[in-house]
Each structure stands twice: as C-alpha cells, then as structure tokens.
C-alpha cells in the first residue's frame, strides 16, 4: 500500500512557475512508475507526465513539453514537477499517481495503468 501526498498548489499569474510535490509512503517508492495528472473545471482528467521507475525516460503531454519537468527523488520517497511558463490553461487539480512494478511496460499516460492516487493539489493561473 501507497499513500501519496501532493502539495505545492496555490494562485500564481501568468507566466510564473510553481513546484509540485508528491510525497509518497513506504520504503519501495523507487519500484514504481510516477505520473502526474489534471483535472480541470468541467472536463475530464488528462495525463500531464510520468517517470519510470529509474528514472530515466520521461514522457509528457504535447501542452506541457518545455515549459513542465517531472523528476523524482527515490532517496526522499518524493515526486516533483516543475511548471514554468503557465498560463491560464494550466489551471487544475493536479494528482500524482503510482504504478506498482511490473516486467510488462505500461502505458503511463493511462490512468488505468496506475495502482494509487493522490488527493490532489489546486493549481489556480491568473492572466
């Protein structure tokens, strides 16, 4: 089992950056697969990033490529994103999820491929 704890939300204007946290229980955190998710208001939940279990290959959404950076600190059981650049599209709640290891690859950009979720974090972007 996996409790995951995200922070670092809150209003930042346009053009501004915000770090996300994901705080992840348990000592096997580097054995699972990260990923971020959004939800805005009114639509559905969308993939934002995702990071392998080493950390190594990253994927993301079209809309965030150069402006997000997902990472992961396995020493401190912990899950990041940084968002430079935002505007008002990115305005969101903002889930971490973890999928546990398996030898078949995922589709990490899946919200079914993951195991656990966070509660989220509000991310507001004023113009």
């Known amino acids: 089992q996996v409790q995951l704890v995200e922070s670092g939300g809150g209003l930042v204007q346009a053009g501004g950056s915000l770090r996300l946290s994901c705080a992840a229980s348990g000592r096997t955190f580097s054995t699972y697969a990260m990923g971020w998710f959004r939800q805005a208001p009114g639509k559905e939940r969308e993939f934002v990033a995702a990071?392998?279990?080493?950390?190594?290959?990253?994927l993301y959404q079209d809309s965030v490529k150069g402006r997000f950076t997902i990472s992961r600190d396995n020493a401190k059981n912990t899950l990041y994103l940084q968002m430079n650049s935002l505007n008002s599209e990115d305005t969101a709640v903002y889930y971490c999820?973890?999928?546990?290891?398996?030898?078949?690859?995922?589709?990490?950009?899946?919200?079914?491929?993951?195991?656990?979720w966070g509660q989220g974090t509000r991310v507001a972007v004023s113009s």
């Open positions: 999820a973890a999928r546990k290891y398996s030898p078949v690859v995922p589709d990490l950009k899946r919200e079914y491929e993951y195991d656990y």
């Open positions: 990071i392998r279990w080493s950390g190594g290959s990253t």
